[in-house]
């Protein structure tokens, strides 16, 4: 077996060839928030998919004033007078040289921003990322146990992360903070541990005498959210509690939104609230009107969250609206169990109680294909950097390649059991490394997964840092605190903010209305069947001939076989009768010469 | 001084003078005392003597050719002026002791016994005579506004590149461009002894013999000179410079002299003929280079035909000058000079002017009278070439020299060239003409003679074919009528006469070829055209049958069956179109139409449009269909009449009040408008618009400077932060739009300030 040291090329330079910077390009597979990006470049990411994106989302984009002109002119009654001034307004839209001079400039640094971007990422992106690859058709990489890589395919470093963690008050869940330098495991039975994840050290580690049913570090590892039995309280690093959130109560899944610093709750009685954890305000609550077990994942693109339900249904929110933005039906009488979106906000992995894993495009709002899961329910999901998907079910945990997004593949990646340690409760990948944490029945272990982090650091970014030191953390914390957005600012499509409203409200509605009837219609069109509709057809008597004409038996078969020998041999003996002279050493390519 | 004094004059007439209210103002001691000296009586009496100086003096200004006339007077006026010094200074204990008056009278007697006495009065005692008022001051003033202003202009015209730069460009940079580099040798050169110690030292260190930078090198240059020898000359090498300076020297005495002769020179008959000699030589010389040089020639076309515009505009020789009109205002009294100018500036306008008049007439005038009358001169010219061919004998003196001859004979050639080509398009038109009036009889024998003319005629192909173009359209009419196809007659008079050209030469192909075969049979049986267009009759619908009967085609029809037909005669239209064709070419033609059979020619007629009928029907009906039926299932509001304003002008149909929140979409806008075929939604999305985002995070419209949204965008378009750019790039995204350096004063703008390189493009 040999690792595949060839970049996996595919978004990333084809960004960079259309004139995007490498910066921004890289961002699309980093811990990025889109709201925080300019919208501009989730455009460009638009175009690059504008084959697979229906047509009308992206109209919705690039609508401009003159088309919408246009579209009133087409749309409304108007008289002659109306029409004729909208085709002058149309006609002699002013062109200012000023704005034209302002966009070429604009255009001209940016491009130049983009080359001097990939001047650098040559010299800062020194890593490349690769997957492990099968030498021949014989060869199975999910067949590469932990084992095996740990004992001579890994370096020392490396190795190091393969191991087990036997805790007593199991089962363990894990989570990374975003620069994958700790992880908080969590017992539910009331342990918390802060674990040095390079270092393998323990931090911190403290008992609460209550359940514990979610953690989330806050905006670095020095604060943490803990949703227990009644309330979600928050300790420091040192194990001190700090708050106890009464607004909180029965949570069930806590996430933190780092852009925005929210902290995002979901309880049994089926409230989404937000939490502003700079000021420690409320910020809103709605009601999700669907109580009991809930999923909370974030999308990574545009802070909005998605809630998966027991109905199987899963809901997208953001604090600026009481009501959903948008509501999926992924899983058809099962509950959602698990679900994970990946960096760029393209796509959405749901795991329901149905033993499916569907894969969402998010953009369309389509399920593109789905895979099943033969061990059990899939308890847990999560994407990696490099999106490499990770299924927990029962006591499996199954990994795929980053192409199983795009379409369906037959053979996972990888594959890990822990057997004897009951279910995978939680299943995280590590950012910046290949290491994927797994909390089980026994405890914590961690494995390796070749290609699934992220190679190249990002400094740019506040708290992004593994290496950072305390000033460092401390210097991030205060900028990441003057650069926090507003809760408002989140939307389903980043692009809105700073953009220009659609200027009448009938174009917003027609856009979404076809993008939901896109989404709605049918997957395959294909597989929708014509009706002939020809006299005499759809006769009872005539179906039923014609069904009767499908049915192929033995005799059927014997029947056909004879008729062919039949037909072989009359072929054969005019053959020889009509051209006696085809010699039979002339090949076949040249028999028909003779 | 005697300018001064003209001044005064003419001041103290104008006071005279009821109209203008102005007094002389009173300046110092000395103006008046000469005021006095030179009091109105004088100026009556002399006061023209010094106008008529002025005259002079402005005459030479303006003509350079007269100068003598104007240094005669002021030798004249020097002499005077000596003798009136004599006389004055012996005169003056006297005169102030019993007059106290200082008058010119007074200065005057003195000269009684001299000897141009006499002359002089009598020069002076010229009637005077009255001097037109100055132009009104409002007027003036005007002038002069205007004058300053283009003068402003353009001073201020220098400054657009600077400013204009600076208003595009998008950072100014207001950094002093110098930074002052404090090296070691830049503060030792620049080193001067202020102190008392520190002049000691340089004593001293002269003393001890240090020498300045230039003193060294000097003493350097002059020790290489030395021992190169180089500054060394023989005697006879300098005796032979010296013989060669002088005799440069005396050539150059010698011609300065004669120039100087020459100079001297007053007679204006002289000068006058120096100028033709100069003006004629320098015409030939124009008119060498323009023979050579075929650009010349244009510009000069060009530049003629600007200052001709120019006249036009400015009337500059029409006595609009300033100078023009200081002369105009002395009324009859301006000197024979003067009056010659300007009458010869009129006469350049008048010369300028009337060319163009000349232009216009011609441009003017056209038609058959004027073509016959240069039909009958070229011939002329032709003739007249001949016979002066013969008649070479006549010549005498100056045209017997051989080449005088020869370049005469060289112009008789070119003119006899070109008389002879303008004559042969003049006759092919004339036949063009007769060809096609009467086009049944005349085809053959129009055809020979064209041939006769034809490999001029290709000379001139580009025009000739122009005009026979033209032609083709207007007789095309007169065919209506002599037609032997009463079909295509009857479209004919259908189409207007400013219908498409492409239909007109197609009408006219088609007559053309009717008119040939016409001849031979008359019922055109086995005509492709006719045919077709009967078949179309049948073919394309009933309606259009019964329309036949009341033998009446639709208008439009018969045009698009022309349009049809035009098609086939794309291949060979470009011959078609010429015109000029023969018989056989025509022959040909019809053969290649006669090789497509009667069902290709239908179907390549009417294929598509039979198709496209089709279709379009079709459409039609489901839409007619489609729109009766959602008027029939909508509520009655929304068919027409239910609470709305018919008629022209009307305005739209405004929405009912409770409608308004709920927005209907357009019909047929969305193309996935059913539901899908199980009948379930399978997603939801909010159309509700989030407010507490759309409110204070977008904008309801274009911001200002922007018109349109893909503007807007483009500019907002990526990221300028830190986090998404390398350093140097984020430098110059967020560079402040104006850049000082404290501490240091920001240049005024000039001129010559250098404009910024733009960015590179892409």
Redesign the interface.
Known sequence: MTEGTEESTDERTSSIARGM?T??AG?VQHNLQTAK?????D?ALLSKYKDKVPQTALDSV?????EHLEHISK????????KRSMQKRVQY????K????????????????AI??A??HLILNTQSAGLVEAEHDMERTTSLSQHELKHHHLDQQTSRQIYDLTLPHSPYGLKYDRSGRYSLLYGQRGHLAIMDATHLQLHRELHIQERIRDVSFLHNYTMMAVAQTNHVYIYDDQGTEIHKLNDMNDPFAIDFLPYHWLLTCVGRSGHLKYLDTSTGQLVSTHNTKLAGHNVLRQNPSNAVMHLGHANGTVSLW????S???????CHKGAAVTSMAIDLSGNYMVTGGADRQVHIWDIRK???THSYFTPAGVPQSLDLSQRNVMGIGHATHATFWSPEALLRKVKDPYMHHSVHGCGAVETLRFRPFEDVCGLGHGKGVSSIVIPGSGEPNLDT??ANLDPNQDKKQRREAEVRALLDKL?P????MDPA??????D?S??I???R???????????NDARK?KQKSKKRGRSKIQTKLRRKSQNIIDHQIVKQREQKEEVEKKAKEEARQSSGESKPKSATPALQRFF | MGKRKSHEVTKEVVDRQPKIVEHVSDGDDEEISEDEAFNSEDERMYGHLFCRDNEGEETDSSDDAEEEDGSDDGQYMLELLNKLGNSARSEESKSSSHKGKLTLDNLMKGLNDTQGYNELRGSLKKEERAISAPIDKKHADREQRNLAYTEQVKNLSGWTTVIQGNRQAETLDFKPKTRVEASKDSLVIAFEPRSEFENDLQDALEQAGQEDEHAILQKEERALQDDLGSNRLSMDEYKERRSQLAQIRALMFYHEQKRHQIKKIKSKKYRRIRKKQRQRQQDSMLEAAMQVDGNLANEMKQKEEISRIQERMTLAHKNTSKWAKRILKRGKNIDIESRKALSAQLKRGDDLRRRIIDNDDQNASDGASDEEDLLKSTQGILADVKSNDVSGSEMNGLFKLSFMQKGIQKQRDLAKEEARKLLTELNSHTMDEVKYSNADTNVNTSGKRKFASSLEMKKHLARGELMAKSREFGVSNSLDSTGPINVLHDYELGLEESSSRKGNELILGITKENSGKGCVDKKHVDNPWTGSVEYKGTASSNKVDKDRKSSRLNMNQTVLNLDAVADIFDATKTAERASSKTETSEMSQSRKIARLNQDELVQRAFATTAMEEVTSKFEQEIEATDGQKSKADGDPKASSGWGSWAGVGAPPLLQAKGDRKTVKLQKGSNPHGKRSANGKHDVIINKKRLKKASDVFMLGEVPHPFSSREEYEQVMLGGIGREWNVASAYRNMTRPEILTRSGKSIRPISKSAKVKRAAAKF
């Open positions: 910077t910066k921004e961002r990006r300019s919208h501009s470049e455009k690039a609508i401009t004033t003159s749309s409304k009654k108007l008289n002659d007078y109306q839209r002013r062109k200012d000023v704005i034209q001079a302002r966009v070429k400039v604009h255009k001209t640094k940016r491009y130049q921003a001097s971007a001047d650098a953001s604090p600026a609206s009501q959903f933005l948008a509501k999926l039906h709002f389509r399920k740019t970014e507003q408002n600012m989140i939307t809105d903010i700073g953009g220009v409203e200027s409200p009938e917003r509605q027609q979404l209305e076809s993008l939901e009837a896109t989404a709605n219609a049918k929708k």
